[in-house]
């Protein structure tokens, strides 16, 4: 045969209606029978399970092609329907037509210049809407037929499907015979093609039947059969069309006929929506509605979403993930349980034979070995016991052994919710023991996963071009900058910020002391330590940084930090430099030696910090929280301060003197002064904190590095909580003129409205204690909305964004190939290429004056 | 120097450009310009985004992924004094909805010499501020018995509104006919010139005179004079961009609504886009995010580049796509199927979607060259 050379399997979709000769055509069976099976559980010939329209048993085969069960994709097979009926899902179209057109010659209800002048613009793609929007409209108040002078009366429509012309009642036979009638010229003004659609088509003469593959019945455990949805009604449908034939041919009278017509109609439109407003949905004698055609199709669960726009998948793992950050970050630590199950297909070779067969020797049960072979044509073989002796003679170069994973595979690991592309990165496969994922803390960021129980999946590449597609693109290492901000997001955190800042602050050890730390992160070259007794945090924080690096920088208390030719000469490490989503050390690191070398180093950073914590202790204790006797003075006083600024605005408020701002009601201007006051309290606490606390005390450490948490949580625990806000406003509802009954009636003061006025160490009051509930269930009720609102605005964009991508010329087009942007971004730069969205041009001056 | 950077125009965007005349120090070496001109060139170069690259995709994730951490509050105060403005996920919502009622409509006027200094502040800020009957009521009697509303007006506002009584009763005489409308000093008499009438009519008449459009700019509720630095501006609730924009002190060119119809409507698509720029940022900001302000303008780009605005929805952007597969993934697929089927249009499958529903490799990124292979029997 001819090879032939291809791009896509499939070039293109048409879409179109089927015509009652098409549905013919098409057809391999005709159904006459509402019958299943017969006696014997057989598949009755020209019943809804005919052998012809496919098989859905074992053992059965096809009769139209002849294939069995899975191999045979169906058949369609039809009706004839006793009496025409309308198609639900045209009911629309077929108003147009009849309102459109003339009720005794058919033609269209336009003069015929206006015919000449719409349909020279009606063709052009983008005003054609409006055109046929505007015709209309025109052809709506037509009350005469310009072209046979026949009276025209507006057609109504009774829903679902009955039309009205002179308030009487048209058939679809009529219908029929009328659209017959349009011509194909009047069929482009209605904005419809005729190569493709006739009106008449849009009333079913003949009904398509799917094939059984599509409807599949299932077995229950008793033997019973459980038909599928579209089988019962399509049953239905085949009773009632027989019994309306019958009746047609006994001559029953009119009005038994007009009823089981009904009836057709009403089975024929359930089967293709069954939730039509204006009829009861079919249901299954347990009450349940049917899932017909449309519910097939539609919503999050129907056939395109569900099925289509997302896939299901093979070869890949669930479980609970757990931290280990002696691992690299670009590794994933997978149990040997799940590496024994998954498995890699590797291509026997002359070169690689021997080791092939040693997996085949040690079989699915024992690590490192194989599950299956697979033979040049395709065919799978498992590895037993009994079959081993066998196939370790039948292997040559071109079969495929599915092999276990091993150290260095590759994997896409992901966490779900994958908000960005960051939730689905490429790791190296490490096999461990135990049954939890491992992995380092440091990528905890972009997958925003913690410990407490958080699951994540693995996918095991099958093929080279995914692996190497996974590899290039996907690896942790190429994902270090966040394309939505181009600073790091894969960067330290928590632990090793405070030990690295801890380190770089101020800590000395001996030399035999640093050597073991350093030795501890893995680290092996100690020649960058300097040769003296005493080495100080810095200097073992300067091991690690290339010798020919130099930044400049600031730390988050705005101090400078320097570093020189790989030395730390100034400045503390913190999470300005280290920490994600600012990370400038890291970002310029980046930018000078690559992302292999920066996630060694920061793999290196992280460690050391952990391992600093280690070797010195870290723990949090109550004696954090003191301040002294001095501290705990200033603390009332502020409060005191506030407390009377406050009673002074609610007295001028009483008094009438209290002036209010533009635009503003006097209680407004109450509240909000009040607010003002009070939120200052606190923070002015959260400075005399800073001031007063033991500046070794961890949770300041905490704070400072930038690990976690702020002076304000701080000031919160030791000095005051602070006004609980609900809705951005002090607490008002409850009681009527209070909050609680515990208080007088208009108490506007502090305390009655939410303000609640020591730390945590020292306890909440009752009631303090029931308005910090309330603003915590109200930050939990907002959670709870605000989740779904962002997500659906999130899969608005992505579905109105997604196929907008650069094109060779630079330029940023859609699907249809227009130009949304002439360059990306208005100047073409790659976020995750620059440094926090621009190029730096200040480093580059430095460097080049420097020179 | 100027000159040696000059040559570089056109190689490097001019904001850059900008930038660089700022960052360099004056006494730097003609040779050290040059070389850190080509630097620039080169490093400009090397960070521009490659073809192929998915940028929507990427915008998507970029605005979607931290919309989960932003607010649902809608209350905000921008500085004590002034007023509340939706901000956070819901004003998001409604810029991206493309709406055309929006919750705060809200309009910062900038003043021109002298007025911006603080000249006649209070006295322009009420003439802009629209004004309705119920702005100058003090009191309302209806007499039911005679069919009449007496309203007792207040006469200061009147004045310092520079509304005239007879103007008053003018545009009342104007907007309710089949009434007679007298004013003695200060109360103002409205009564109907038919004999009788029922008593429910007359309430409701009190509340539609109260409604009555006076004078002022339509739409402009709430003034409110505001000094932001050196100047002093008038922020206003309630927008009318294009009113505001005859009146000759105000500074056309700084003045800013929040309504991206309005905008587009008076100024143009271009002015349109950067207002949702503008406006999508400020949120951001606000919530303490950190989203490149790219991945915004792409967002702004595609709800306008075909020249309206369009929001992100099914009527909107989602509606244009070339593909029947792709819109039909998004939402309502049975309808575009039957508008579909009765043009008879073809996908021509080339866009994303459709080509993940088909199980085919996606035409971007390292989908996009165009390899031509044999088919595997």
Known sequence: MEPEYIYKKIKSISFGVLSPKVIKDMSVAKVVTPELYDKEGYPVDGGLMDTRLGVIDPGLICKTDGLKLKDSLGHFGYIELARPVIHVKFVKNILAFLRGTCRECSRILLEDEDIEKYKSTVNKGKIKKVVVKEISVKVAKATKCPHCKEKQYKVKIEKPTTYLDNEKRISPIEIRTRFEKITDEDLILFGVNHKVVRPEWMILTLMAIPPVSMRPSITLESGERSEDDLTHKLGDIVRINQRLFENINAGAPEIIIEDLWDLLQYHITTFFDNSIAQIPPARHRSGQALKTITGRIKSKEGRIRHNLAGKRTNFSSRTVISPDSMIGLDEVGVPKQVAMKLSVPERITEENKEFMVKYIEKGPKSYPGANYIVRPDGKKKKITDETKEQLLEEIEPGYQVERHLLDGDIAIFNRQPSLHRMSMMCHKIRVLPFKTFRLNPAVCAPYNADFDGDEMNLHVPQTEEARAEAEILMQVQTQLISPRYGLGIIACNQDSIAGNYLLTREMEMDKKEAIRLLASIGVEDFSNLPNKDIITGKEVFSVLIPNDFSFNGKSRDGNKVIIHNGKIKEGTMDSANLGSGSGLLIRTLHKKYGPDVTIKILGLMFRLGIKTLLKNGFTVTLSDLDVGEKGTNEFQTILKDAESMVDELIKEFYDGKLVAFPGRSVEETLELKILGILNKARNDSGKVVLKTINKDAHTIVMSSSGARGNIINLAQMIAVVGQQAFRGQRIERGYTDRTLSCFEKKDLGPSARGFIRDGFKKGLRPHEFFFMAMTGRDSLMDTALRTPKSGYIYRRLSNALQDIKVEYDGTVRNAAGKIVQYKYGEDGVDVSKSEGGKINIQRIIEKVITE | ?377
Do not use: W
């Open chain 2, 1 to 377: 120097m100027e000159l040696d950077i000059k040559e570089y125009e056109g190689k490097l965007p001019p904001k850059m450009i900008e930038e660089i005349k700022g960052h360099l120090p004056a006494k730097t070496k003609k040779s050290d310009v040059k070389k850190i001109m080509e630097r620039i060139c080169e490093e400009y170069k090397s960070s521009q985004v490659e073809p192929g690259e998915s940028v929507g995709i990427i915008s998507a994730e970029s605005i979607g992924e931290p919309s989960t951490q932003m607010t649902l509050n809608t209350f905000h105060f921008a500085g004590v004094q002034e007023m509340n403005v939706t901000l956070g996920l819901p004003r998001i919502i409604e810029i991206m909805d493309a709406r055309k009622e929006i919750k705060t409509p809200m309009m910062q006027i900038y003043l021109k010499e002298p007025y911006c200094k603080g000249k006649d502040i209070k006295d322009l800020a009420q003439r802009i501020k629209e004004n309705k009957v119920r702005d100058f009521i003090k009191e309302i009697i209806v007499e039911l018995t005679d069919n009449k509303i007496d309203i007792k007006i207040d006469l200061q506002k009147l004045k310092s509104s520079e509304t005239k009584d007879v103007v008053l009763v003018k545009t009342l005489a104007k907007s309710l006919k089949g009434y007679n409308v007298k004013i003695e000093k200060d109360i103002l008499t409205i009564k109907s010139k038919a004999k009788s009438e029922n008593p429910s009519d007359v309430y409701k008449l009190k509340e539609k005179i109260k409604n009555i459009y006076i004078s002022g700019i339509k739409g402009v509720y709430q003034v409110l004079p505001v000094k932001r630095g050196e100047e002093f501006i008038i922020v206003t609730a309630g927008s009318n961009l294009k009113e505001i924009m005859k009146l000759d002190f105000v500074d056309k060119v700084r003045t800013l609504s929040n309504d991206l119809h309005e905008i587009n409507a008076v100024l143009g698509i271009e002015a349109a886009r950067a207002s949702i720029i503008n406006e999508t940022y400020k949120v951001i900001e606000n919530q303490g995010l950190n989203i490149d302000i790219r991945h915004i303008m792409l967002v702004a780009d595609t709800m306008c580049f075909s020249g309206a605005v369009k929001g992100i929805t099914r009527y909107g952007v989602v509606q244009q796509k070339s593909s029947i597969l792709a819109r039909a993934s998004f939402e309502t697929p049975i309808k575009h199927f039957i508008e579909a089927s009765l043009i008879g249009e073809v996908d021509e499958l080339n866009s994303v979607i459709e080509n993940v529903m088909l199980n085919q490799p996606i035409p971007t990124g390292t989908g996009m060259p165009e390899l031509y292979m044999k088919a595997s029997k």
